[in-house]
T-cell receptor
Framework: AQSVSQHNHHVILSEAASLELGCNYS??????LFWYVQYPGQHLQLLLK??????LVKGIKGFEAEFIKSKFSFNLRKPSVQWSDTAEYFC???????????FGTGTRLQVFP | DAMVIQNPRYQVTQFGKPVTLSCSQT?????MYWYQQKSSQAPKLLFH???????NEADTPDNFQSRRPNTSFCFLDIRSPGLGDAAMYLC???????????????FGPGTRLTVL
């Protein structure tokens, strides 16, 4: 079955620490990849996306992600987190075969000042 | 600002009492989706409309129905809510036209459903 795995369920960091959230998927073929963020009490917002081209994509608020096709991974990174980055982060994969967006279970990030 | 709007934000219903959740969009997107998100879980697609064509997920219970009277509006009807249907319900839209590759989905704020 097609699936998306996020290995870190809950991450706690201090401000200025570096962040890397893992995401792996189990699709074959062409995919579109997304990271969504959900701040407390707010709706899901797109952080960044990969459709094609440069596998290193930059998103809003200093986030970036790297698509490594051979590893079926799309890890999210930020060199220095801020308290305002406290949120739930969801990786999502859209398979061209199924045309459905499948989400990972999410990673809750808490950043302390 | 163009956006996806969901009403109400919070809905309380009784066990077995039908409830309708609404979604509207000003993005003029042709695809609209309904997701169910339970606590600490990933959003799960219930169904979607591609223009007027309804696409139901195989594991979506018959208890869940949807209507899309026009491009802007989409409704989620739960005919007989059970305790297990308590969740956040998310509406999303996307522009998906043949020949284009614009599959980013835009989400509304969600409706949190409580079943008593």
């Amino acid at each position: 079955a097609q699936s998306v795995s996020q290995h870190n369920h809950h991450v706690i960091l201090s401000e200025a620490a570096s962040l890397e959230l893992g995401c792996n998927y189990s699709y074959g073929g062409t995919v579109n990849l997304f990271w969504y963020v959900q701040y407390p009490g707010q709706h899901l917002q797109l952080l960044l996306k990969y459709f094609s081209g440069d596998p290193l994509v930059k998103g809003i608020k200093g986030f970036e992600a790297e698509f490594i096709k051979s590893k079926f991974s799309f890890n999210l990174r930020k060199p220095s987190v801020q308290w305002s980055d406290t949120a739930e982060y969801f990786c999502a994969v859209l398979s061209y075969n199924t045309d459905k967006l499948i989400f990972g279970t999410g990673t809750r990030l808490q950043v302390f000042p | 600002d163009a956006m996806v709007i969901q009403n109400p934000r919070y809905q309380v219903t009784q066990f077995g009492k039908p409830v309708t959740l609404s979604c509207s969009q000003t993005l003029n997107h042709n695809v609209m989706y309904w997701y169910q998100q339970k606590s600490s879980q990933a959003p799960k697609l219930l169904f979607h409309y591609y223009d007027k064509d309804f696409n139901n997920e195989a594991d979506t219970p018959d208890n869940f129905q949807s209507r899309r009277p026009n491009t802007s509006f989409c409704f989620l009807d739960i005919r007989s809510p059970g305790l297990g249907d308590a969740a956040m319900y998310l509406c999303a839209t996307s522009r998906d036209l043949e020949g284009e590759n614009l599959n980013e989905q835009f989400f509304g704020p969600g409706t949190r459903l409580t079943v008593l």
